[in-house]
């Protein structure tokens, strides 16, 4: 059975704090994403990456950046996050040749 | 650029209803097209998916149809079940590009 986790379901931080989150996948994917789901916006392409140490900006990368070290992981960093970066964290992976994306739970987190 | 574009929700049946979300498409050249859907507290799960016009994919009960001559690819099932409710979203990838999502659609079925 294909998995994709997420470090953390729930997230609570303080403006200003670096924050990393952690994305892990099981099934030998070459593709990674990052996105941001906010209502009535739908998902939203933060970053991705095509291989190891490959990255890739997506639609909204400003404030974000990441860091894909193995094939099997992909981070997502907020250098100093802020209040308007409360959201739905999602990461997806997918093959080369299916485009097909696989997600992971989500981490919702809450800037305060 | 490519875009997606959603009925508004939240969309509320009884059980055994007739659903039909609706989705229209704007995109240069002939992308492949989506629903993924959300179970609470869930990541997204592919539904069904087509790949060229007039093609028809289905699961679970869930059909759509690629109709190119209207750019639209809604979402349609006979008889709904409480277990449906979730979030739908419709989805586009065109060649050499990611995947752009519609808004997403809420569904909530009722006993």
């Known amino acids: 059975d294909v998995k994709v986790t997420q470090s953390s379901r729930y997230l609570v931080k303080r403006t200003g704090e670096k924050v990393f989150l952690e994305c892990v996948q099981d099934?030998?994917?070459?593709?990674m994403f990052w996105y941001r789901q906010d209502p009535g916006l739908g998902l939203r392409l933060i970053y991705f990456s095509y291989d190891v140490k490959m990255k890739e900006k997506g639609d909204i990368p400003e404030g974000y950046s990441v860091s894909r070290e193995k094939k099997e992981r992909f981070s997502l960093i907020l250098e100093s996050a802020s209040t308007n970066q409360t959201s739905m964290y999602l990461c997806?992976?997918?093959?080369?040749?299916?485009?097909?994306?696989?997600f992971g739970p989500g981490t919702r987190l809450t800037v305060t | 650029g490519d875009s997606v574009t959603q009925m508004e929700g939240p969309v509320t049946l009884s059980e055994e209803a007739f659903l039909t979300i609706n989705c229209t498409y704007t995109?240069?050249?002939?992308?492949?097209l989506f629903w993924y859907v959300q179970y609470p507290g869930e990541g997204l799960q592919l539904l069904l998916k087509a790949t060229k016009a007039d093609d028809k994919g289905s699961n679970k009960g869930f059909e759509a149809t690629y109709r190119k001559e209207t750019t639209s690819f809604h979402l349609e099932k006979g008889s709904v079940q409480v277990s449906d409710s979730a979030v739908y979203f419709c989805?586009?990838?065109?060649?050499?590009?990611?995947?752009?999502f519609g808004p997403g659609t809420r569904l909530s079925v009722l006993p």
């Open positions: 995109a240069t050249g002939y992308p492949s």
């Open positions: 997806a992976s997918s093959l080369l040749s299916t485009y097909e994306q696989y």
């Open positions: 099934m030998d994917h070459e593709n």
């Open positions: 989805a586009l990838l065109s060649y050499g590009q990611n995947f752009v």
